[in-house]
């Protein structure tokens, strides 16, 4: 791995182009046009607001996981999604059941801040977040410090977040007004089985 950047309370690892160009270039194609990109809405103050981003959830039959305050049972892996979770997992060594698909069609699509922390994670989580098409700001806040790490993720790059990171920073991809193109972001989780059963019942 490469050197930790998170200065204190976790760990974070950035691996510029994980994928070369051509490589990175074929798959953004690929997932644009293939996965099953979804439009959901959540319910705050009352109202059905869109989420600022098309998602899509896929893994092994049992991922079941909670986003947008819906459960949603996981996609059958495309043979490029596999391909990349197998490469991920033998960077990582690590195995991960589940990903999270994100397209952000332009610099008005963002995520607002949060930490991947929900109970069906697990307590230290081993998240993999894999970047193409444009680069976009990625920002961290430490929960108690307030102190700020911003890191630009470009086409093809890994990002590995790991050890106690999910305590103690939240992160968020701002909104721009700068002209942006499309960006995919697929984070690779291992999702505890039992997870939606929970969930539900809470
Ligand atoms: O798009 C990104 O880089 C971040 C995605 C993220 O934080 C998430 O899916 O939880
Ligand atoms: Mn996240």
Excluded at 82 to 91: F, R, Y
Aim: net charge neutral.
């Amino acid at each position: 791995m490469t050197d930790n950047l998170a200065p204190v309370d976790g760990e974070l690892y950035l691996i510029k182009q994980f994928y070369s160009l051509p490589e990175s270039n074929q798959l953004f194609a690929q997932l644009q046009a293939d996965l099953a990109w979804q439009e959901e809405a959540i319910f705050i103050y009352g109202r059905w607001v869109k989420v600022p981003r098309l998602m899509c959830w896929y893994g092994d039959p049992d991922a079941c996981y909670r986003y947008s305050g819906v459960n949603h049972q996981p996609m059958v892996w495309t043979p490029a999604l596999q391909e990349i979770k197998e490469k991920v997992e033998s960077q990582c060594q690590y195995a991960f059941n589940s990903v999270l698909a994100n397209l952000y069609r332009d610099g008005k699509d963002s995520m607002g801040c949060h930490a991947d922390d929900e109970k069906e994670l697990g307590s230290n989580p081993v998240i993999a977040s894999l970047s193409l098409g444009d680069r976009r700001l990625f920002k961290l806040h430490h929960k108690k410090s307030t102190e700020k790490l911003d890191i630009v993720l470009g086409h093809g790059d890994l990002l590995v977040m790991a050890g106690t990171l999910q305590h103690h920073w939240m992160h968020s991809v701002p909104k721009t007004k700068k002209l942006k193109t499309p960006r995919i972001n697929l984070t690779f989780r291992k999702i505890k089985t039992d997870g939606c059963s929970r969930a539900s019942a809470s």
